[in-house]
Each structure stands twice: as C-alpha cells, then as structure tokens.
C-alpha cells in the first residue's frame, strides 16, 4: 500500500533560518507529489507540485523541493524562513489503483518561526 | 469567494444522533473528494465522486457513513448514528476534470465532535 512519511512532527525555528522538511513516498508506479500548506485557521493550500521533469521545482512564496526517485524522497525547503510561515505543512502523493486522483498525505509537520 | 465551500463549519453532536455536511465545489469542477483529518494527522480519503457517480469508496467509511451527489454539483456526507471516534475534520476537495496535472482545492472543513 502507499504511504507517505514526514519525518519531523514539529520543527521550531527562528527567521531567516533555512528550512529543509523530510518527505519520504512508498509507490512503486509513476508519482505525482504535492506539498500543502494550512496557516492557521485558513485551509489547505497547494504550495507545489511535481509531476515530471525538472526534479526541483518551484512554488509560492519562496519554496521549493526536490524529487530524488533514487531515495523516494521528495523534500521541501526555504532558504530563509519568515514569522508568517509559521504553518502546518503536508506532503502528498496521488496515486492508487485507477484514475480517482485521491492524494495520501503524510502525518504532517508543525512549523514555528519564531521573530 | 469561488472556492470550495462547506457548511456546517463547526458541529457539536450528542453520541447516536445522524450528522450531515454539505460540500459544495468550485463550479465546474466534476471531481469531489471527501476526507477526514484527525488531531495530528494528515487528511485521509474518505470516498469520491466523477459527476454523480461514486466511483470509490475508503474502507474507513463504514456502513454508517453515506455520501451523495444527486445532481453532480453539491455533495452531502451523512454519518448514523455517531460514535466518539468521528470526531474529527471532515474535508471536502473539488477538480476540473479531465487534466491529470490538475490540483485539488480544499474547503475550509466540518469539524464534528461528537459528546
């Protein structure tokens, strides 16, 4: 079965710090990978996505991660990190036996910056 | 706001009673998907639908858990006679159809807890 992990549960960091968040994907076939993002009390919202070519790929806001297939890995980062990205970060891949197009995320990562 | 919307957006039932939610997705997105977010964990996939058809189901959506789309647009996500364990965020996800690249939007969620 699928299954995606993320290694740090809650990362504190102060601003201007770099971050680097773990994701790790089990799927033998074709992935598509995502990270969202849930500010608090706002839903979720797509930061990036992958589906093919360039490994490193960009997305909103100054993040960016990188598909290493090799070790399944598929993770976030930011050079330098501000106040508001203090957030809830998930990493998700779409896959499964046919076409629905379900995501199955990760536990989670709880980010504070501290100011 | 066109975003995916959802109501309730908060729910305080009693042990045994029926709850229902409704989704309603971005117009013209024919694909919706429910999940359920439990405290510290990422959402999982509850069920989802192409149109009006239900094309799958989770094993985590029990015989007491029933979802519709009667006319392909709106959504409602009826759970019987609650239990404790459905407390929980209950998500709702809408996408245009047909691209594979095409990103599912989340609503702001339901959290039900049941007494």
């Known amino acids: 079965a699928q299954s995606v992990s993320q290694h740090n549960h809650h990362v504190i960091l102060s601003e201007a710090a770099s971050l680097e968040l773990g994701c790790n994907y089990s799927?033998?076939?074709?992935?598509?990978l995502f990270w969202y993002v849930q500010y608090p009390g706002q839903h979720l919202q797509l930061l990036l996505k992958y589906f093919s070519g360039d490994p490193l790929v960009k997305g909103i806001k100054g993040f960016e991660a990188e598909f290493i297939k090799s070790k399944f890995s598929f993770n976030l980062r930011k050079p330098s990190v501000q106040w508001s990205d203090t957030a809830e970060y998930f990493c998700a891949v779409r896959g499964g036996s046919g076409n629905t197009g379900k995501l199955i995320f990760g536990q989670g990562t709880t980010l504070q910056v501290k100011p | 706001d066109t975003g995916v919307s959802q109501d309730p957006r908060h729910k305080i039932t009693k042990r045994g009673q029926n709850v229902t939610f409704r989704c309603d997705p971005i117009?013209?997105?024919?694909?919706l998907y429910w999940y359920r977010q439990t405290l510290g964990q990422g959402p999982e996939f509850l069920t989802y639908?192409?149109?009006?058809?239900?094309?799958?189901k989770s094993r985590l959506l029990s015989d007491r858990f029933s979802a519709e789309r009667p006319k392909g647009s709106f959504s409602t996500l009826e759970i019987q006679r609650t239990e404790q364990g459905d407390s929980a965020m209950y998500l709702c996800a809408s996408r245009y159809p047909g691209l594979t690249q095409e990103t599912q939007y989340f609503g702001p969620g339901t959290r039900l807890l049941v007494l």
């Open positions: 117009s013209e997105h024919n694909r």
């Open positions: 799927y033998g076939g074709t992935v598509n």
């Open positions: 639908f192409q149109n009006e058809a239900q094309l799958e």
